[in-house]
């Protein structure tokens, strides 16, 4: 099982970003993927969850109403897009898939990871 993230870069406050998390080795039909971050010395911290089946979506206060999380089944792969970014949104971005159920919030809930790929958001 691998998640491949990718579409991290430098951009400017309030541009936009699209990262890319491609999972390969099973079939994640029944699996919910999240997105995590993690800025230098900070924990990481739930971004934005969605499930494969229903497709319901969970954001982070901090991201909502500027993030969208999307899937795109018969790729396997799933999205985040990323408008009107600040330089707090600085931080390395993770990948994550884990089982339908319990908390998408919680980081331990998840089973893979991706390797995580930066985003720079300059003022």
């Known amino acids: 099982v691998q998640l491949q993230a990718s579409g991290g870069g430098l951009v400017q406050g309030g541009g936009s970003l699209r990262l890319s998390c491609a999972a390969s080795?099973?079939?994640?039909?029944?699996?919910?993927m999240g997105w995590f971050r993690q800025a230098p010395g900070k924990e990481r911290e739930f971004v934005a969850a969605i499930t494969w089946s229903v497709s319901s979506t969970y954001y982070s206060d901090s991201v909502k109403g500027r993030f969208t999380i999307s899937r795109d089944n018969a790729k396997n792969t799933v999205y985040l897009q990323m408008n009107s970014l600040k330089p707090e949104d600085t931080a390395v971005y993770y990948c994550?898939?884990?089982?339908?159920?319990?908390?998408?919030?919680?980081?331990?809930?998840?089973?893979?990871w991706g390797q995580g790929t930066q985003v720079t958001v300059s003022s």
């Open positions: 994550a898939a884990g089982p339908s159920g319990g908390s998408y919030y919680n980081m331990k809930h998840y089973d893979y």
């Open positions: 080795g099973r079939t994640f039909s029944s699996y919910v």
